[in-house]
């Protein structure tokens, strides 16, 4: 196990609620970046890529696509947004994947642009893709800022949150602030 994933250590792979915990004990653990990801198959080069993710509410994760494959989520605990951009940088659609209110899965096309947003302050949510992973399978958006820059992040993360918001009160979540009161806490 390395800081922020695990892989599956057989060809039988099953994702058992009690692990859900350990995987939020993981992720706490990383401060800065407090996620983590148990993969149910062996390997990068795998041809199906799995992953149980826990994130926090914390840490910047910048926009990308993946170029030749699509994706897709499944929220198994907490609310995420999926927020897709276009080609020039701008928000065109917030998916908020909540089993309660919202939608339970999303399925992100090849080539477009998007970035998981936690809106509660945990969320552990699935999410599966063609493999092999390379360096090649995600590519950065040009104009996703560098988490370096604090200053451009914070603007671009307000952005974000403004639109995120809007989808989680379209459907009756009130604000990221009301969810993060709230479930997974």
Same mark, same amino acid.
């Given at each position: 196990?390395?800081?922020? *994933?695990? &892989?599956?250590?057989?060809?039988?792979?099953?994702?058992?609620?009690?692990?859900?915990?350990?995987?939020?004990?993981?992720?706490?653990?990383n401060k800065?970046?407090?996620?983590?990801?148990?993969?149910?198959?062996?390997?990068?080069?795998?041809?199906?890529?799995?992953?149980?993710?826990?994130?926090?509410?914390?840490?910047?994760?910048p926009v990308?696509?993946?170029?030749?494959? *699509?994706?897709?989520? &499944?929220?198994?605990?907490?609310?995420? *947004?999926?927020?897709? &951009?276009?080609?020039?940088?701008?928000?065109?659609?917030?998916?908020?994947?909540?089993?309660?209110?919202?939608?339970?899965?999303?399925?992100?096309?090849?080539?477009?642009?998007?970035?998981?947003?936690?809106?509660?302050?945990?969320?552990?949510? &699935?999410?599966?893709?063609?493999?092999?992973?390379?360096?090649?399978?995600?590519?950065?958006?040009?104009?996703?800022?560098?988490?370096?820059?604090?200053?451009?992040?914070?603007?671009?993360?307000?952005?974000?949150?403004?639109?995120?918001?809007?989808?989680?009160? *379209?459907?009756?979540?009130?604000?990221?602030?009301?969810? $993060?009161?709230? $479930?997974?806490?």
């Amino acid at each position: 196990m390395d800081k922020y *994933a695990d &892989f599956a250590q057989d060809n039988i792979f099953v994702f058992r609620p009690s692990k859900m915990n350990k995987m939020r004990e993981v992720a706490e653990m990383n401060k800065g970046r407090p996620r983590y990801r148990i993969c149910a198959h062996q390997d990068t080069s795998d041809n199906l890529q799995e992953m149980y993710i826990c994130a926090k509410d914390e840490g910047y994760i910048p926009v990308y696509k993946h170029p030749d494959t *699509a994706t897709t989520h &499944f929220i198994l605990e907490g609310i995420i *947004a999926l927020v897709i &951009f276009d080609e020039a940088g701008r928000i065109s659609r917030v998916e908020i994947l909540d089993k309660e209110k919202g939608a339970w899965s999303c399925r992100v096309g090849a080539g477009i642009y998007y970035m998981t947003f936690v809106v509660t302050t945990w969320a552990t949510y &699935f999410e599966c893709k063609a493999g092999p992973f390379t360096a090649a399978s995600n590519v950065l958006a040009p104009w996703t800022p560098d988490a370096k820059d604090g200053q451009a992040v914070d603007e671009f993360m307000k952005r974000v949150e403004d639109a995120v918001n809007g989808s989680c009160r *379209a459907i009756g979540l009130g604000t990221i602030e009301d969810s $993060r009161k709230g $479930r997974c806490s």
